[in-house]
C-alpha cells in the first residue's frame, strides 16, 4: 500500500490508531472460520468516531481501497477475512451506549460494543436484548447487526434482525443515512433497515443502532430428554410445536455430539443415546411456565424419550446448558480442524435431514457431530478433519456441497445465522438462482459501484 | 396507446381479459386516497397466471409502458392511481390458497387473495395471520405485503413484514426469483423479502407470498375506558406497557371523534368524554389473560379514567369493537372529504402528537378527527374537509406539511402503515434527507432503470 495513504490515515486517527506491523496483520488475517484462505490487511485503523469513518470512506473510495469493517472477529463465513487486502477498519472504539429508553423499551448503541454489555446495562429495567449468538460475551453488536446473528433462543423470540429497528449507515460515498427509529410501525420508503441488516458489512458502514428491547421473561424451567432413536426425538419436535407451546431453547445433540461432550466434560451425558434433546420454557408468569413444562414433559414422554432430567435449581439448569455450550469446544478438540455449517431446514424436516447428515457421514467416511437449534431448523453439522490432510479436505469439501444441496432440496436455506461470507458465496444460485443472485448484485453495484466495501463476500469473485 | 400493444396484450391474455373501456379505466383511476389526481390508465389486465404476467413485463419493458399492479385498491396513499396511464395489472384473478402447512405453521398463497379467506382457511388448523388492516375483507394479500399493512393488533402481533417469509417476483426485466422461504431463520444474502415487502409494487410484481402463521389465542377480555383528559389517556398507555402488560389492542379515539362516532352509531358513547381507550388482553390461558385484564384495569383506574365498561359478553365486545370500527366511516359522513393520515411517533410521544394535533386545528381552522393504534403510536388524524372548497383545501394542505413536520420532530415517520405512494413523496427529504433518499433511488434505478414498475410513487418525479 501506498505510503502516503498511510500517513494520510495517521493523520486522520492519530498515529496509535494506525497499525502497520506484521504481527498486527497476523492478527487480522483470520476470523473464526475454519477452512478458509487467510490474508493480511495492509492497515488497520482504529477511529473513535464517525467524522474520522468518513474521512476514512472518502480516501477508501478515492483509492479503490477495500474496506473490511470487523467487530471482534467471531465470524463463522469467512466474512471479515481480507481477502483483497486493503484496510480492516476495527469499531471495537465505538462501543458507548448511547440510550437506554426503557419507556419506548428501545436501546441506541454503538456498533463496537459487546452484545453482553447490552444485556448487563438494561438488566435493572427488567429487560432483555434477545438475540444471544454463542459468542454473546465476545462478539459486537455492528457484528451481529452485519451477520443477523441467531442463537439458542431464536425459535421463540426470533433472531437479530427481528429486533433492529433503525441504524445510522455511512455509504461508500461517504455519505451518512438514517434508517427506521424508535416506531414500532415504519412503512416509509424501502426497508433500508432490514437490509443493512445481514448485508454483512458489503453495503454500508454502520455507526449507530436502535434495538428493540423487550420485556425479562420471570420464570424458566429447563430439561434434558434422552432419545434411542433420532426420529422420536424429531417427533418430539415437531409434536411440541404444534401443541402450540414454543420453547424459548430447544436444541439438539446428536449420538457423536453427546460422546464427545461427554468425553470432553464429564457431566454424565448417556453416550449410549441417539439424540438429547434440551428444552427450556420460559414466561412472564410462573404457572403459565410450569403448565407449559408439564406439555413439554409429556409430549418427550408419550414419544419415547428413555430419561428425562429435570432441572431442579439454577445448577442444575446450567449444567443442562453447558452441555450443549460444550458441543462446539468438545468436537473442535477431537480433530485439529472443525468444519461447523449452519445449514437450515424447515421445522418439520429435521429428521430428513438429522438422517441425510448421517448417509454422508458415512459415504465420505467422515466424523460429522450434529448440534444445534432443532426448533427453528437452524443445524449445526461440525466436520471433525485436519486441514493438513489434503485427500480427507476433498472428503470434506463433497460432503459440504452435499450437505447444502439436501438442505435446499428440503426447502431450506445456505446459512441460518452465520451468513454466506466467503464459505459459502459459491453455491449462492443453488438457492436463489442466477436471476436471483443477479438482483442481489445490482443492489451492492447501486450502492457500492467500485466494491470496496468488504469485497468478495457473498457473491464470487466480487 | 398504440393499438398493437393492445391486440398485443389480447394476444396474451385473450380479449376478456384485456378491459379498454373508457368505464372500466374509471374505474381504475383512483384509490381509496382522498385530495389525489386522478389518471385513467390505457388498459386494465386481469392474468390468471404467473406465465402470462412475465410476457406482459417483457412487453412493457420492451416498449417502456408503466405496470401499476394492484388488488383491491384500498390503498391509502395513493399509490395504487396510475398517475403516468400504462397497463393496471390486476392480480386478482391469481387468488389461491396453494399450501396451508401446519407443521412449519406456514402458508403460501397468491396475491390476489382476500386476507379474511387466509383467516378463513387457517381457522381450523387453530391458527391465524395477525396482519389485520381495517380493509381485512377486501385488500388482497399481495396489496397488504407491498404496502406492509399494520392494522389493529400491531402492538403485540407486529406487522405484515413480521409475518413474510418468502416471496416469489418477476422482476421489471422479466426475471422471476424467489426469496426467503420456510425456514424461521435465513441471512442468505440480502433479506430480499423484506426489500420487496413495503416496496408498494416500485421494485417487482409479488406472483407467491409465504407466510408465518401462528397459534390463535384462546382467550381474550376486552375494554372501553373513559378519559376528561387526553394526558391521563396518554400516560395510561404508557403505564400497561411499562408495567409489562402487552395488548392485544390498544386503539385511541379522541373527543371529535367521539361525538361523530355516537352521533353515527348511538352506541352509548360519551361525548363530553376528551379521551376513550379501546383495549383487548389475548392468549392462549385463561388464567393469564385474567390477570392481565385486571392489571389494565387497575392502571386505567389510578390514571383517572372515569368510567371504564367491561366487555361481559361477545356481543358486548362486538359493540366496542364497532365503536372503533366506526371511527373511519362516521368522520367520512360529516364532510364530503376526509383526508386521513397515519402520522406515527414512538409510544412515549403520543401525548405530545395529540396535543400538537390539537394545536394544529386552531391554528388552520380545522375540524381534525384523532383515533388510531395508541399503543405502536401510530395515529390517524383526519381532517373533515372539502376537496371543492380551495381556501380551506390550502389550509389542509398546510396542516398536513405540519402534521408531519411534528411526527418527525417527535422521533417518528411519515407512515406507520399507509405508504408513501404519491401522498407523502414530497416529504421523503424530511424523513431521510437527500442521502438517505438516494440510496433508495439507487435501489430503485438498479432493479427498474426504465422505471414501469409503478412509476410516480415512493421518489418525487419518477
Chains 1, 2 share one sequence.
Not at 427488567?126 to 453488536?141: E, F, R
Not at 439424540?275 to 403459565?288: P, R, T
Not at 451492492?444 to 457473498?458: M, Y
Amino acid at each position: 500500500m501506498d505510503k502516503n495513504i498511510i500517513s494520510t490515515l495517521m493523520t486522520i486517527l492519530g498515529k496509535e490508531n494506525v497499525l502497520t506491523s506484521k504481527e498486527d496483520m497476523i492478527t487480522y488475517s483470520f476470523d473464526a472460520t475454519a477452512d478458509m484462505p487467510s490474508e493480511k490487511p495492509d492497515v488497520v485503523v482504529t477511529p473513535d468516531n464517525k467524522e474520522q469513518i468518513i474521512e476514512i470512506v472518502k480516501l477508501a473510495n478515492e483509492k479503490k481501497i477495500p474496506i473490511i469493517t470487523r467487530g471482534s472477529g467471531t465470524n463463522l463465513s469467512g466474512g471479515t477475512i481480507p481477502i483483497n487486502k486493503g484496510i480492516v477498519l476495527s469499531m471495537l472504539k465505538l462501543n458507548k451506549i448511547l440510550e437506554i429508553d426503557a419507556e419506548n423499551m428501545t436501546a441506541s448503541v454503538e456498533p463496537g460494543l459487546i452484545i453482553q454489555k447490552l444485556n448487563d446495562a438494561i438488566a435493572p429495567y427488567g429487560l432483555i436484548y434477545p438475540p444471544d449468538p454463542g459468542t454473546v460475551t465476545t462478539a459486537t453488536m455492528g457484528g451481529s447487526v452485519s451477520e443477523c446473528s441467531g442463537g439458542l433462543r431464536g425459535l421463540k423470540y426470533g433472531v437479530t434482525k427481528d429486533y433492529v429497528m433503525g441504524l445510522e449507515v455511512i455509504m461508500a460515498n461517504g455519505d451518512i443515512i438514517r434508517t427506521g427509529g424508535k416506531t414500532v410501525k415504519n412503512v416509509s420508503g424501502y426497508d433500508l433497515t432490514k437490509l443493512f441488516t445481514g448485508a454483512e458489512g458489503t453495503l454500508g458502514i454502520i455507526t449507530q443502532i436502535i434495538v428493540k428491547l423487550i420485556p425479562a421473561p420471570q420464570y424458566r424451567r429447563s430439561m434434558l430428554a434422552i432419545f434411542d432413536n433420532l426420529d422420536k426425538a424429531g417427533k418430539t419436535i415437531a409434536e411440541i410445536i404444534s401443541n402450540k407451546v414454543i420453547p424459548a431453547t430447544l436444541e439438539i445433540m446428536d449420538n457423536v455430539t453427546i460422546r464427545t461432550v461427554e468425553n470432553y466434560a464429564k457431566i454424565g451425558l448417556p453416550t449410549d443415546a441417539e439424540a438429547v434433546l434440551i428444552l427450556e420454557v420460559d414466561g412472564a408468569i410462573e404457572q403459565v411456565v410450569l403448565q407449559e413444562f408439564e406439555t413439554v414433559k409429556k409430549i418427550c414422554k408419550e414419544n419415547g424419550a428413555v430419561d428425562i432430567k429435570l432441572a431442579q435449581s439454577d445448577a442444575e439448569r446450567d449444567s443442562i446448558f453447558a452441555a450443549r455450550r460444550a458441543a462446539l469446544p468438545a468436537l473442535a478438540q477431537v480433530k485439529p480442524t472443525t468444519v461447523l455449517e449452519d445449514a437450515t431446514v424447515p421445522r418439520s424436516k429435521i429428521p430428513e435431514m438429522l438422517k441425510a447428515l448421517k448417509e454422508i457421514a458415512e459415504k465420505y467416511d467422515l466424523q460429522i457431530g450434529t448440534f444445534g437449534h432443532a426448533g427453528d431448523g437452524n443445524l449445526h453439522p461440525t466436520i471433525l478433519t485436519d486441514e493438513s490432510n489434503k485427500e480427507e479436505m476433498e472428503r470434506v469439501h463433497k460432503a459440504v456441497d452435499e450437505i447444502f444441496k439436501v438442505a435446499l432440496e428440503l426447502g431450506g436455506t445456505l446459512s441460518g445465522e452465520h451468513g454466506i461470507g466467503i464459505a459459502k458465496a459459491k453455491f449462492m444460485e443453488w438457492e436463489f438462482g442466477k436471476e436471483g443472485v443477479a438482483v442481489m448484485k445490482k443492489i451492492k453495484d447501486a450502492l457500492d459501484p467500485d466494491s470496496i466495501l468488504n469485497p468478495g463476500k457473498i457473491f464470487r469473485g466480487n
